[in-house]
């Protein structure tokens, strides 16, 4: 077992970018590309990683996994916090219409979906990292197939602020309101919009290298 703070040299000689990677040797010739566990595509799961060991070495591991309840104990709570408010508001509903409500929900959906936090509930990535040899934390992930949950927080915030942007330039769009006060919000819903893709894009660029184009922020 080799970690990444005390043994670079080793990922380096085996060309590995990311961790944890699960290697298997065998005791006569090189490895091929199958003693190595696909982790991108199969995943973390326990199940998976015994069968793979049964196919590379023979040895066969059970897994057993205890009872979880958590999944019952958060519908179970949902289902209770919906029917509490039906029943406190049973005399009035109108809120239920409320498309304002139901697009901010939809939106929280759509920003959470879109960052990864999905990916982070399979995966199981650190927060940030931590270089040993100068101290300076990175919340972006240097590599196209992996990232941090830090880097999840700060897309869905990036994509918050750029659909606020949009919201913005729409307000400004189809208000009848003053002109001067409609101009202000254009002005600061294109300001929006225009940084935090700037930022959203030098990010992509980061993690995509070679990827050519830029705007404002490299």
């Known amino acids: 077992m080799v970690d990444y703070d005390e043994g670079t040299d080793v990922f380096q000689q085996l060309n590995m970018n990311s961790a944890p990677t699960f290697m298997h040797f065998p005791p006569k010739g090189r490895p091929k590309r199958a003693d190595t566990f696909d982790l991108q595509r199969i995943g973390f799961a326990a199940e998976q990683l015994a069968k793979w060991i049964a196919d590379r070495t023979d040895v066969h591991i059970r897994v057993f996994r205890p009872p979880n309840y958590s999944g019952t104990i958060a519908l179970a709570l949902l289902v209770s916090l919906v029917g509490g408010l039906l029943y406190l508001r049973r005399n009035n509903l109108e809120f239920i219409y409320n498309k304002t409500g139901w697009a901010m929900v939809s939106l929280c959906i759509v920003f959470a979906m879109t960052s990864g ?46 659909t606020m942007g949009m919201v913005l330039l729409n307000e400004a769009a189809t208000s009848k309101g003053d002109v001067g006060k409609r101009r202000i919000i254009c002005l600061v819903g294109l300001g929006l919009v225009v940084f935090f893709f700037s930022f959203l894009l030098s990010i992509f660029r980061s993690k995509y290298h070679g990827y050519p184009y830029s705007f404002l922020i490299k």
Do not use: C, D, T
């Not at 995966?123 to 992996?146: E, M």
């Open 117 to 162: 936090q999905m990916w982070n509930h399979i995966r199981g990535p650190p927060y940030a990292h931590k270089n040993p040899h100068n101290g300076q934390v990175s919340y972006i992930h240097g590599s196209s197939q992996a990232q941090f949950v830090a880097e999840s927080h700060i897309i869905l915030v990036l994509n918050a602020a750029i």
